[in-house]
């Protein structure tokens, strides 16, 4: 919407290219690893060397179907393969495998959802995803000073799933949300590693303006901004972007269908984008079918087998966190964005505990934190769910505070190996923590009612917060007296009384 500071509407849709989580190259066995040395990993297949036949790597479109299901596609039963053609160094046998008139998947839709609420829900379509071999890679020898080019074929022929989105994201901030939603549920599913640094998932947005005036609305030409590789980089990117077409469109003007459709690239360091080559028109690529490849139906099974491999996805794991363990939207967010892993180890811990908010704070507060200062993984964190929920169900039962729970966490991290239950209870008879009986905290409370008149009169008075005031001097008397049981039984005493 057009806002004070910003009197125009962005519109922006996103391409997506993701790398499969398959071991083999999409129509050859060649493997995929990444950063093996340069032109070990190729064969006369992914060289469309002449008389090389491609076959169809089945574990691929598998994975691909995965994506087209949780991303509510209509699943086309036939699909065929298409050549475009382009000369590029990077792809030697002058065209990529792609599909392009009958994509495997159409039609379909991602909803984002800040639990924050700093923008509302929004759903975006999904136009098609389809699957297509990815190029090569050139480095140039700039450094060296000599213009040397060399090429690395070991990606040529990796698998990639495409997904276009409608134009239906309006801001930058959206479009980042939307992209880590989209990641996490690809991770989810197994489908992708996601991994950015590797080049697993590049991303390309086409952003433009709605500028409202007196007779409708004036469209600015759409921008391309290609290859971004990292979610920081594109809101960063859109945000400039959309700030350089409103001053351009101020000077000049110029609307939708009057320019050629643009193409810029993104500068992290100068934080700009720039103009690069006019963009070739689907025509300019002289698409046509590969006469190499079968056409692929996909039957009724494929897809009820694709569905049975998927898991649950994250939209729904939020929903099913909330209602299992009465955990707000926001928590199980948090808890699902970290990934499946973090996923069941807070299920064990709140399972053993019986109870997810203390489950829910001690994961957060301190086992995420810890592992976000420390790094690493959870399944490498030193404190597992076992010995976590022995912890938290002891300070739940009122054996002892929180703060000698932190203390107890604090030494379990210490011990150079993964704690048990049993280093729960050791770490515990170590700090003296002794239950104090109900007896004697009835007279450590008598006490301090007697040394504290001021206390005592505010309670009558009706401010029951004033009970707090006697937990620190409690504490002091006997460092295992549970705060929560002071307070309660010094109300009970002052209005017995
Ligand atoms: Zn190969």
């Known amino acids: 919407m057009p806002t004070a500071a910003a009197p125009y509407t962005t519109v922006i849709g996103l391409e997506v290219h993701v790398q499969l989580l398959t071991h083999t190259k999409l129509f050859c066995g060649c493997p995929t690893d990444f950063g093996a ?4 990993q190729v064969c006369p297949v992914c060289l469309g060397l002449p008389g090389s036949l491609p076959v169809l790597n089945r574990r691929a479109f598998e994975l691909a179907l995965r994506a087209g299901l949780a991303l509510e596609c209509r699943i086309a039963p036939f699909t065929k393969w298409d050549r475009k053609n382009y000369f590029y160094p990077d792809l030697p046998k002058g065209y990529q495998i792609s599909q392009f008139d009958l994509p495997f998947a159409t039609d379909g839709s991602l909803e984002v959802v800040d639990p924050r609420g700093a923008f509302p829900p929004r759903r975006v379509g999904i136009i098609r995803v389809h699957l297509e071999e990815d190029a090569g ?3 140039h020898d700039e450094a060296a000073g ?29 479009a980042r949300a939307w992209l880590t939603e989209l990641r996490l549920l690809l991770v989810y599913l197994g489908v992708s590693d996601c991994n950015m640094q590797e080049g697993s998932l590049r991303v390309d947005a086409n952003v433009n303006l709605h500028v409202p005036r007196g007779d409708g609305i004036a469209k600015t030409p759409i921008v391309e ?30 609307e939708i269908g009057k320019a050629p459709k ?35 139906t996909v039957s009724d099974a494929d897809v009820a087998a694709a569905r049975g491999a998927m898991g649950e996805p ?19 967010d948090v808890i699902v964005n970290q990934g499946r892993d973090v996923v069941a180890y807070y299920e064990t811990v709140a399972g053993m505990v019986g109870a997810g908010k203390p489950a829910s704070n001690w994961l957060q507060q301190d086992v995420l934190r810890t592992l976000n200062d420390r790094g690493g993984t959870i399944a490498e964190f030193p404190v597992g769910p076992e010995a976590l929920a022995d912890l938290v169900g002891r300070v739940a039962r009122g054996e002892f505070d929180t703060a000698r729970g932190r203390e107890i966490f604090a030494g379990l991290l210490t011990l150079g190996r993964p704690a048990t239950p049993a280093d729960v209870g050791t770490a515990v008879a170590a700090l003296g923590i002794t239950a104090v009986s109900d007896d004697d905290l009835v007279e450590l409370v008598r006490d301090l009612l007697a040394a504290n008149p001021k206390i005592v009169a505010d309670v009558k008075g009706g401010k029951e917060q004033a009970a707090a005031g006697l937990i620190g001097q409690a504490r002091k008397k006997n460092p295992n007296v549970n705060p929560a049981k002071v307070r309660e039984t010094a109300i009970a005493l002052i209005r017995g009384s």
């Not at 040395?37 to 070990?40: A, D, G, L, S, V």
């Not at 000599?146 to 309006?170: H, Y």
């Open 37 to 40: 040395p340069p032109n070990t």
């Open 146 to 174: 000599t213009g040397d080019s060399r090429i690395d074929l070991n990606r040529a022929g990796t698998p990639l799933v495409e997904i276009v989105s409608q134009p239906d994201l309006r801001s930058p901030q959206e």
């Open 262 to 296: 643009q193409t810029r690239g993104w500068d992290d360091a100068a934080g700009v984008t720039r103009a690069q080559r006019h963009k070739e028109e689907s025509s300019d690529y002289r698409y046509f079918p590969d006469p190499d490849l079968v056409p692929v």
């Open 137 to 139: 890679k050139s480095m």
């Open 225 to 254: 901004i290609k290859n971004m590789n990292s979610f920081r980089s594109v809101e960063r990117a859109l945000a400039y972007e959309a700030a350089r077409q409103w001053e351009e469109w101020q000077e000049t003007g110029i």
């Open 314 to 332: 994250p939209t729904a794991l939020r929903r099913a966190l909330e209602a299992r363990w009465g955990i707000s939207a926001y928590d199980a």
